[in-house]
Each structure stands twice: as structure tokens, then as C-alpha cells.
């Protein structure tokens, strides 16, 4: 019996499909550069395009870390068989200059991203989303 192959998901159709109503955390994604808000708050996630060593999609978690008294946050690989693994911590410059509300300065993330976000993914692919709040759990 021969193997029949599947045809291949494109990344993009995985990614892009923002109008699939069947998809809750696609239907809450917007792009980086349009995100209105001023900061990025721990829990937040960052969806890239992915390249090796990660898989074509890779999930960042904006996370809160303490660090010698001054909180920053970092980013943990949230997907693939990478996840839990830490990708990179923020300097504190990252941090909002007024401090108004507590979170990662949305400007200076778009400002930086070549320097300290995903470099392989450029950063008009950049996808962020809220994590979601289970509401029911089943098997």
C-alpha cells in the first residue's frame, strides 16, 4: 500500500487566518505594529514565524521576572519542543519612562525588535494576543 501524503499547511494559513470564527485566540490576535495599547503586560503572547531550531510557529510568554531587586521581564518559549526554555530577558530601559502602568514599553519592543526580539521573524509578522482565561475543562 503506498503512502499518501497530505498536502502541506502553509504557515501563513495557520497564522493569518484571523477571520476563522472557530479559532478564539485567532480572532483576539492583532499585529505588533498595530497594537494600541502602550504596554505589554506579563501573560501576553507574541506569535512569530518560526525557523530552526524552533518549529514554523513559535509563542513567546512576556513574562515578569524579578531581578536583583528591579523587576524586568523576559520571554519564555511557549511552544514546540523548546517551551519553558528562556529566550531572552529585557534590560530595564524596556520598562515604560513614566511608569503609569506596569509592563513592557510597547514602543520600545517596536523600536528593538531586531536588536532583543525574534530576529528571524520580521517584525510586521509579529502577531501579540492575551492569554486565555479557561473557562471549561474537558477531555
Not at 495557520?14 to 505589554?40: A, G
Not at 532583543?116 to 492575551?130: H, K
Request: proline letters at 4%.
Amino acid at each position: 500500500m503506498e503512502k499518501q501524503w497530505k498536502k502541506k499547511t502553509k504557515v501563513e494559513d495557520i497564522i493569518f487566518t484571523l477571520n476563522n470564527k472557530s479559532n478564539k485566540i485567532q480572532d483576539k490576535m492583532v499585529k505588533l505594529i498595530d497594537f494600541k495599547e502602550n504596554n505589554i503586560c506579563r501573560g501576553m503572547v507574541l506569535r512569530c514565524k518560526g525557523k530552526y531550531p524552533y518549529e514554523a510557529i513559535v509563542d513567546f510568554l512576556v513574562c515578569e521576572t524579578p531581578d536583583s531587586g528591579a523587576k524586568t521581564f523576559q520571554l519564555i518559549v511557549i511552544s514546540g519542543f523548546k517551551a519553558g526554555a528562556k529566550y531572552y530577558q529585557f534590560p530595564e530601559e524596556s520598562l515604560p519612562k513614566d511608569r503609569s502602568r506596569y509592563g513592557l514599553s510597547t514602543h520600545w519592543l517596536r523600536d528593538n525588535w531586531y536588536k532583543y526580539g525574534y530576529i528571524d521573524c520580521p517584525l510586521e509578522d509579529v502577531y501579540i494576543y492575551e492569554s486565555q482565561v479557561p473557562t471549561k475543562f474537558e477531555l
